[in-house]
């Protein structure tokens, strides 16, 4: 079963705009990560934030967790063409392996 | 630094026939993943080793399934005999420790099962 579940599943929006995609999750963690995914690639590790932490930025990429929700978020601030993507939030937690979301289908358009 | 490599990159089969993927990791990481990833889904973690012994394999499907990390480095992840419902991609990962680090994956393999 996938504890992450993404909000939305996908989202369309225009180069310059930000875009804010949403994870939550089930059971406890000690970290949530988030991926990226281009059509046909494999996945690519953009950010890791601890369960003790609260916000954390990375360039463009806004990451906070709210542990009490169990939830995550990702912000892209002034998207571009080329952050055109799926996005995976993926918890970890005791010695398994990252549990993946469904993702979320972004789509900038130039 | 190289990372991690995968092949073969595309495979069709058909039904009842068996297929092999191979996985070599980051020079140095210990752990090895395998997930399996279905069209429209996120990555389902299939089996975890840790230098050559089994962490987590929970998840796979072990009637059909099998995979082997001899010496530590290289994998091998096995379908035996193939379902159509195995159509997806196999992705192959790795970390430096364990499951709290970071996980560097490769390109995956498309398996299409006809």
């Known amino acids: 079963s996938q504890q992450g579940e993404e909000d939305p599943q996908a989202l369309s929006i225009q180069e310059g705009e930000n875009a804010t995609m949403n994870c939550s999750y089930k059971?406890?963690?000690?970290?949530l990560q988030w991926y990226r995914q281009n059509s046909g690639r494999g996945l690519v590790h953009l950010i890791l934030?601890?369960?003790?932490?609260r916000e954390k930025h990375s360039g463009r990429l806004r990451v906070t967790l709210d542990t009490s929700k169990k939830s995550s978020s990702l912000l892209i601030t002034a998207s571009r063409a080329a952050d055109t993507a799926s996005y995976f939030c993926?918890?970890?937690?005791?010695?398994?392996?990252?549990?993946f979301g469904s993702g979320t289908r972004l789509q900038v358009q130039p | 630094e190289a990372g991690v490599a995968q092949s073969p990159r595309y495979k069709i089969i058909e039904k009842r026939q068996s297929v092999a993927f191979w996985c070599n990791p980051i020079?140095?990481?210990?752990?090895l993943y395998w997930y399996q990833q279905i069209l429209g889904q996120g990555p389902k973690l299939l089996i975890q080793?840790?230098?050559?012994?089994?962490?987590?394999d929970s998840q796979l499907p072990k009637d059909r399934f099998s995979a082997e990390r001899l010496k530590g480095v290289d994998s091998t992840l096995k379908i035996q005999p193939a379902k159509l419902e195995d159509s997806a991609v196999y992705l192959c990962?790795?970390?430096?420790?364990?499951?709290?680090?970071?996980?560097?994956f490769g390109p995956g393999t498309r398996l299409l099962v006809l």
């Open positions: 990962a790795s970390s430096l420790g364990g499951a709290r680090e970071t996980q560097y």
């Open positions: 059971t406890s963690i000690n970290n």
């Open positions: 934030i601890r369960s003790n932490e």
């Open positions: 993926a918890t970890e937690a005791g010695r398994r392996a990252l549990t």
């Open positions: 020079s140095g990481h210990a752990t």
């Open positions: 080793f840790q230098n050559n012994g089994v962490v987590d």
